[in-house]
């Protein structure tokens, strides 16, 4: 693979420094991008970052993640139009040693190109606030801090000296990584281009030595949406903030317009594949979506993942799922309906209950008997995928999957979860 040639045909190419290229079809050279555990997951917006690094581990190179323990305390501004506030330091340790698994689902830690794992407060733990004045804030002017992006977009509205050091803090990240790992790449979104080219210019003074720097676009839908946000915030990583069922579901669900997009930024497959798979589906969007959410859940989830929220996706929308494969549901698949339908709770000590008072006293499915009544007749109502055809039938602890959730739908569309306490 040549890595800025994968690049290029992705769209994932922003911006390099001149003679970098070169470089890399010349020789097998150590390259970072930096993340700063500020969130307590890595999200779907770092998985972007993580593919960059993927590419290169895959071209042969060695990728080092640089782990933000220090910079995560200080705050970038890029990307920010207004002053971030700071975590404390229990959580962004918590964060970090969080995030460290994570990193290690994606890249590979063994073999010639290992990835490499380095936190940068080991650059400043032993370092007082004099030394880094000293060996840190006199390589470069105010002038030439206060020419970037990152700095300038802040100026009316604000920017403290905490969130201005962080420049210098990156690009002394960089000399570090120099001068231990021989390390003469770093890569990152295109708001970082600002604090990149720093690095550069810390070790052509510091270390008196040539480095580069390579850039991609930042990833957003044909709307103009930032990636990675969902109506209920960022799509996370961690199966606890985000279900696998709602991250395959997210995929699904994406704007056809950002389909080219999403498989080129996010997919490991060979442009070969990936041309041919939209021309195969050219006329079959949701076919395309459905692969990709099973390349992507694949990747974050795993295989049972896949296969579970499958499962979870039939009992939902395919009518003819049956009780059976409905029962054949472990408690974490019910659990996932049970976020993504209306769900109530009744006292299963009142269990046997008629069907009619449990489904309009106990659990409001129903405004009025005389509704539900109707429903029944209408043969629009079941328990666990089971039609019920009489208004006096009894619900008994026995129908109870896993001694607490009930099933009931009402038509086609309409699913609840009832859950016993």
């Not at 970052?49 to 782990?67: M, V």
């Not at 403290?160 to 990240?173: I, R």
Request: proline content about 3%.
């Amino acid at each position: 693979m040549n890595f800025i040639e994968e690049l290029r045909w992705r769209g994932m190419l922003n911006d390099m420094t001149p003679g970098i290229e070169e470089v890399l079809e010349s020789k097998k050279i150590v390259g970072y991008i930096g993340f700063d555990p500020t969130a307590p997951s890595l999200t779907i917006g770092n998985y972007v970052q993580i593919q960059i690094l993927k590419f290169f581990q895959l071209a042969g190179h060695t990728p080092i993640i640089l782990l933000g323990g220090a910079t995560g305390r200080i705050g970038d501004p890029s990307g920010k139009d207004k002053e971030r506030e700071l975590k404390s330091t229990e959580d962004l340790d918590r964060n970090l040693a969080f995030q460290l698994e994570q990193f290690k689902l994606f890249l590979d830690f063994e073999g010639p190109n290992a990835a490499i794992i380095v936190n940068n407060y080991d650059f400043y733990k032993d370092m007082n606030v004099l030394e880094f004045l000293r060996l840190v804030g006199k390589t470069l002017t105010v002038n030439y801090m206060m020419s970037k992006d990152s700095v300038k977009n802040r100026l009316e509205t604000g920017l403290s000296f905490t969130e201005f050091s962080y420049q210098l803090l990156q690009a002394y990240d960089y000399q570090c990584l120099y001068e231990k790992y021989d390390c003469i790449l770093q890569m990152g979104g295109s708001d970082q281009w600002g604090n990149i080219t720093s690095g550069t210019e810390f070790i052509r003074r510091n270390s008196e030595g040539k480095a580069y720097a390579i850039t991609t676009p930042l990833l957003t839908k044909a709307d103009g949406k930032k990636f990675g946000k969902s109506e209920q915030g960022n799509v996370w990583i961690d199966p606890k903030l985000t279900t696998p069922y709602q991250f395959y579901q997210f995929w699904l669900n994406a704007d056809d317009a950002d389909l080219a997009k999403y498989w080129r930024y996010l997919s490991l497959q060979s442009r070969e594949a990936i041309e041919l798979l939209e021309t195969v589906y050219a006329d079959n969007p949701n076919e395309l979506k459905r692969l990709l959410a099973e390349e992507l859940t694949t990747r974050v989830h795993g295989m049972d993942a896949v296969s579970s929220v499958i499962e979870v996706s039939n009992i939902l929308f395919n009518k003819n799922a049956d009780a059976s494969q409905l029962k054949s549901l472990s408690t974490d698949q019910l659990e996932t309906i049970q976020q993504e339908v209306v769900s109530f709770e009744f006292e299963s000590s009142n269990l046997p209950i008629n069907i009619i008072d449990l489904l309009t006293e106990q659990c409001p499915i129903f405004t009025s008997k005389s509704e539900a009544r109707r429903a029944i007749q209408n043969n629009a109502v079941s328990i666990n995928k089971v039609k019920v055809t009489d208004a006096d039938y009894l619900i008994s602890a026995d129908e109870l999957m896993y001694e607490k959730y009930l099933m009931i739908e009402n038509g086609k569309k309409n699913k609840h979860i009832l859950t016993g306490k």
